[in-house]
């Protein structure tokens, strides 16, 4: 990171420490700790059900900070993840210093720490979702010559509010309305604000398609997305921006939800997944031809062949299935397209050799430059939701993605899968291709089927597929969705059990 990077770093303790959050140190959080006369510690963790969970220190001294800092503390692992023993559950969590900020909410100065688990030997909790992502991001690194499987993704909400009169967008027609059509891009933005600074790479935001009403209340559909970075950072990221973005509604006194699902007919709610794998810097998608390259196709090939079981990990709930309909912009079929919105994975327009001379063709006082963009190039991913436990999500799609390196003739299945047109206009296309799980019911049944690939190398432990495995199945959910059709007061009975899901 450059002065000038560090200089504008949104995050308070990058700044004042002059170094990126990947190095800050347990002698660095001290001095801010002191600088920033932080009163609280706060260790947040993810338990199983997607959501950070908090312990609170209040700091007698620095030596007393440091002892925290130093030895962690002791949590009930049974009451975190439903798969352990009580009888044997104590687990160690530990403070990973590259996560640290400045607590946005609390009354006094507070700084917050994301934690890994550890077991009572002092052993990497092998269940814990942290320590899966890492496993995952290693073993890609391994398989494939010391590539980084990068990711960045989408979180796209709906504010519930009180219905206003004045200035409603038409129905379903919320795509990228500014204030004061958009009620909520004071808090979109806010909440960006405080993501930043708490160490989100935000790429942008904006509103969505999805509005509607339903009699005095009023549903808005926004989306915040953020840029490629690392597996663990990318997770990191995603689950504090979730809290962040939930705790501000609170103080709003709206409810944000990222549901998959909110009614019949109306846009759901995706967190949609862009990947890139590189190699030393440099963007691996693309070839010296300027075109997708064999390392693309062999990505996609992974994530197409283990499309069906990754719902296991990130469609989690009956509702996931109620989105993943024809004619909602959401995926039902297994195939990738470019810029295709109806495709399961898209390639997203990309930005040619010839694109830099559009700045001096808008700005005729500019010169032209040659720019290689490159490193924009993404493949989505579209078929997760905001159920999703983030950092399994991301080590299931890790998996996929080494699994399309060892895949014989794997740039050819990914070719054999790809559609140009619309899938849903063309019976022909639509019928060639495999179509992803209705269910949790469905989706358990593939991840069992495909479960030796995810606990190849140690990398998902056997007991936690055992455990996601039996919390789909509790939803018996088998013909759900055909039960209750196009029925809107059930869709919203069962919505409303699942709406602050992941």
Same mark, same amino acid.
């Given at each position: ?17 002059? +170094? ?9 959080? *001290? ?6 006369? %932080?009163?609280? =510690? ?16 209040? =700091? ?25 023993? !009580? ?25 917050? %720490? ?52 004045? $200035? ?27 993501? !930043?600074?708490?160490?989100?790479? %935000? ?20 989306? =915040? ?12 990221? *995603? ?26 007919? +109306? ?17 691996? $998608? ?47 079929? %297994? ?29 005729? *006082? ?8 490159? $490193?924009?190039?993404? =493949? ?34 990914? +070719? ?19 179509? *992803? ?66």
């Amino acid at each position: 990171m450059t002065q000038e990077q560090l200089k504008f770093n949104p995050n308070p303790l990058v700044g004042f420490l002059q +170094k990126p959050m990947c190095e800050f140190t347990k002698a660095d959080i *001290l001095k801010a700790i002191e600088e920033f006369n %932080i009163e609280m =510690i706060n260790f947040r963790y993810m338990a199983h059900d997607g959501r950070l969970k908090t312990l609170n220190f209040v =700091i007698q001294s620095l030596e007393h900070a440091d002892e925290v800092l130093t030895s962690g503390e002791r949590v009930d692992g049974s009451s975190l993840f439903p798969f352990l023993e !009580a009888g044997n559950s104590d687990l160690y969590v530990m403070p990973r210093f590259r996560t640290a900020f400045l607590n946005p909410f609390a009354d006094v100065p507070t700084l917050d %720490i994301l934690c890994a688990y550890y077991t009572k030997d002092g052993e990497p909790f092998a269940m814990a979702p942290e320590y899966t992502l890492a496993k995952a991001g290693r073993a890609f690194r391994e398989a494939t010559g010391g590539m980084e499987f990068e990711v960045m993704g989408e979180l796209e909400y709906y504010v519930i509010a009180p219905k206003e009169d004045d $200035y409603l967008p038409a129905d379903q027609r919320g795509y990228h309305a500014s204030s004061p059509f958009c009620k909520f891009e004071d808090y979109r933005t806010e909440a960006m604000r405080l993501i !930043a600074a708490a160490g989100g790479m %935000i790429k942008y935001g904006h509103s969505e398609v999805g509005n509607f009403t339903v009699g005095d209340t009023m549903y808005e559909q926004n989306e =915040i997305e953020f840029l490629p970075t690392t597996l663990e950072d990318a997770a990191d990221q *995603l689950v504090i921006a979730k809290w962040i973005m939930r705790t501000l509604g609170y103080k709003y006194g709206i409810t944000v939800t990222f549901a998959p699902k909110i009614t019949v007919g +109306k846009a759901g709610s995706g967190m949609h997944v862009h990947t890139r794998v590189t190699l030393d810097g440099k963007n691996m $998608y693309v070839g010296a031809d300027g075109k997708l390259s064999d390392v693309a196709h062999k990505t996609m090939a992974g994530i197409l062949s283990l499309a069906g079981s990754l719902t296991a990990f990130g469609n989690t709930n009956p509702t996931s299935y109620f989105r993943l309909v024809p004619h909602q912009e959401a995926p039902t079929n %297994i195939c990738w397209g470019d810029r295709n919105r109806s495709a399961m994975v898209r390639v997203p327009l990309g930005w040619s050799k010839g694109s830099g001379n559009m700045m001096a063709h808008c700005n005729p *006082l500019e010169k032209k430059e040659e720019v290689d963009f490159t $490193y924009k190039q993404t =493949i989505e991913l579209r078929t997760p939701d905001g159920s999703a436990n983030v950092y399994l999500l991301l080590a299931g799609m890790t998996v996929a993605a080494r699994h399309g390196f060892e895949m014989q003739d794997a740039v050819q299945y990914a +070719k054999d899968r790809y559609v140009s047109v619309n899938i849903f206009e063309h019976e022909d296309v639509l019928n060639r291709l495999d179509v *992803l799980p209705d269910s949790c019911a469905a989706s358990a049944d593939l991840l069992e089927r495909d479960r030796a690939l995810y606990e190849k190398d140690g990398i998902f432990a056997p007991a936690l597929i055992d455990g996601i495995l039996g919390q789909l199945r509790a939803f018996n959910d088998r013909t759900l969705r055909a039960d209750i059709g196009k029925d809107a007061q059930k869709t919203l009975e069962l919505v409303e059990s699942f709406i602050h899901c992941g």
